[in-house]
């Protein structure tokens, strides 16, 4: 593009791509017809994934893009700070809003009262808003600003669950992440108090001058037990199943796969990039917290996930798992490590919010979730029931499947630090995935369906962008150049400290 | 055709013919038809296209897609794998004859779906025998175990869903926790898992360490029935019978037996097992293997029951071979995946159609059923007799190898273990023959209610795989020919 307004765009890419929704929100609320606001929305939402894809073409090609809000320079002035790592965060934020709130249209209208309908679209946006704002902030103050748009957010549209017991979910979740906010901020006012600057780079050039102490320790806890909540890592995360399981279906898919990534990047961003590898690994050993908790956390979930009744209960318990791979693959500290955290990010993502869809579609022809309610959906809805056996066999990790993929890196890099035990129970753990699967593949299709149940699919709208996420699930699982790619260099960045 | 593309389009075949099934669900005439163009054509690609390249010394190779940085989906075929192909395509042409009858004389529903799975098993077990390394087997060691899945809980009772549960999860758990991690620690420790002669292992790792890989790999290679992952296969019995004549005699378990084989040959290397003495426990455990599942087969009264322990206990013969690791002892664990899948097979056509002509299936129940349908139990006698390893059948020729296997490898001991274990064979299979010839009919039940009924379609195929065996017997040398060519290529480099 070469015109000047193009020119002014592209240059302004960082800002429009938060901006942009959280203009349109406010629109959405005084539109108040619930199909033009989801078209606002779901226009919105393409545009910031487009803006994404183009900033991660940037990022390839420049290597960074820091952006100055209002042309007040870093380290004063408030800095959106674009590397590989959080152009992949973003890409996946705005990719799973686009593709959710696409299928979400009918599934909303049958869950939630239509006169509410705009309020829930303007409270996505919202929390999208917060979400890429999150990823994109270079300083540490406006990560917990964003955070603190986006948790606001997705309280209301947890609340707005069809099932009474929605309201205490949410209010349970704002008591907890409110409680995680807390520390984080914490953590930031000690960091603050000790190097004087909020700047993420700024932190970390300052940190690794002074001598660490034990306020910097403090800090490093505080805002490794504020993400944990956000991030839901067990015990912290207990807040996360009820959440997702009363939450509107669609909402649970863009949650499941944007909240916990963003607060999983935050983590390993402070870890990485304000602390450093040195300071929080070989000076205050973080891991020898953070790797038993994951290693709990894989098994923990995954157990709890066999013997859940409610399927969509069980893939949040089945979060709490993933999540643990994730964090594992953070407290490796080494690039193959590193790499599989965050391939899991994109891949877990994917693969997630396409079941929770499909729960999504369940739920919208049979009206609950509950296994003894699916019973013969292979015959019911034949389709939806396929795409949850393709899904299942990515989150269990068969070859050729995208978690395949970050299983194998962290596998890799649990042999490379020579810590084969923990080889070991990534396996064990992926095996305990099999059997929750299973579980729910055999209700599928060795039990009969109702007497009164005829076939019905789901509609084309729900349907086929649950197969698009499915789909890609499998086709990252085969052509792996540009995921495992961006999240190498990602994780060599984030590695090698000063940029 | 070129033999790299002929590779690919061999692969592909049965997964056409599961779509081309599929398809023509509706009508069973020519679905079964597609069926059996499927598999002759695939058999004359391996036999036409592929085994002369082989023969010649080739190694057809064909490289699909690095999925990951140094993972790549290979295919590559060697005389290992070239006789595994051969037999597992050329039998599935005569199941699928049985298959038909089988099914249509039981009645039993799914059909299509059954015809599909069994294509696309057909389609995992070429993929095992085509893989050019290690990770490549293991993706398609997977697709075996998913689309033998259905097969086994075909019945769709209770017992079949436990069954099945106990399928998928040792199957899947050893090759998963165990198979997996081998898989990860060797890339780990060579920076490859290309299946090369003579093994990438040499050098690159602590020969304390040896073992203890070489146990992730056997034991996770669970489809080898090892003890104590043995389970499955007893298991897996409540199956159709053709399946557990083609699948769980030849290409499930042979997959197994195949993938330690390989390992040992082309992951280890036999200098290196030879040196460092790392398979001496494996010996062990293959030779316990081997006496106890046949002491087990011996009081089994279901006859499909009675065949997989002893199946258990033939593929602990492979085994065995394969962790001696001498090039007398490897060669006879090849031929013995040839010969025991012709007898194994013969064996349980006949069960199938003893249960699909008489509806009986304990061995108590066979008293005087050889008067009634003669062809049946005379090709089981000749299979037994295979099986046991007498000559002029071909089971003979896999164990004089394995015999002088271990007899290189100054193993005299285990010569007495063979001997015993054909001693058991003979008592486990020979009362059945024994009872159904000369025993005289059970009086009391109303055998004119049930008059014998036998489809040809169940008749024909277990007395031509018989006659296989007899034909095994006099064209050994080729075979074993061919897998020697695995060291010492004709006309072309090591």
Redesign the interface.
Known sequence: MSSPLGELIRENLPALQVILPMIMAPVCVLVRHRTVAWFLAVAVTWTTFAISLALLQIVRAHGLISYAMGGWEAPWGIELRIEPVNAFVLLIVSGISAVVLSAARRSFEEEIPRDRLYLLYAAFLLCETGLLGMAGAGDAFNVFVFLEISSLATYAMIAMGPHRRALTSAFRYLVMGTVGGTFILFGIGLLYMVTGTLNIEDLHHRLQAIDADRTVLVALVCVLIGTSIKLALLPLGAWLPNAYTFAPSAVTAFLAATATKVAFYVMARFVYRIFGADLAFERFHIDSVLMPLALIAMFLGAALAIFERDVKRLLAYSSLSQIGYMVLGLSLASVTGLTGGIVHLFNHALMKSGLFLVMACAAYRIGSTRLSALRGLGKRMPITAATFVAGG?AM?????TAGF?SK?YL??GA??NDL?PV??LV??S??LA??YV?KVV?VFY?QEPPEEAGRQEAPWSMLLPTMFLIGASLYF????DGT?GIAEWSARELLGGAP | MDPSSALLWVLVGPALVAVAVAALGRWPNLREGATLVGASSVFAGVAGVLLPSVWAGGRPRLDLVEFLPGLTLALELEPLGMVFALVASGLWIITSVYAAGYLRGKNESHQTRFFVCFALAIFGALGVAFAGNMITLFVFYEAITLSTFPLVTHAGTEAAKRAGRVYLGVLMGTSIAFLLLAVAWTQHLAGTTEFTVGGILNGRVDSQLLPWLLALYALGTAKAALMPFHRWLPAAMVAPTPVSALLHAVAVVKAGVFTITKVVIYIFGLDLLQTTGASTWLQALAAFTLISAAIVALSQDNLKRRLAYSTISQLAYIVLGASLVTTSSLVGAGLHIVTHAFGKITLFFCAGAIYVGAHKSRISEMHGLGVKMPWTFAAFFVASLSIIGIPPLGGAWSKWFLASGAAEAERLPLLALYMVSSLLAIGYLMPVVGKAFFLPPDDNEHDDEHPIHEPWMCVLPPVLTAAGCVALFFFMDPIAGLLGSIWTPPGGAP
């Open positions: 066999l269990i990790g068969v070859p050729l993929v194998w596998v890799k042999l490379e084969w080889a070991l396996l064990l992926s095996l099999v059997i299973w055999e060795f699982g085969i052509f792996t495992v």
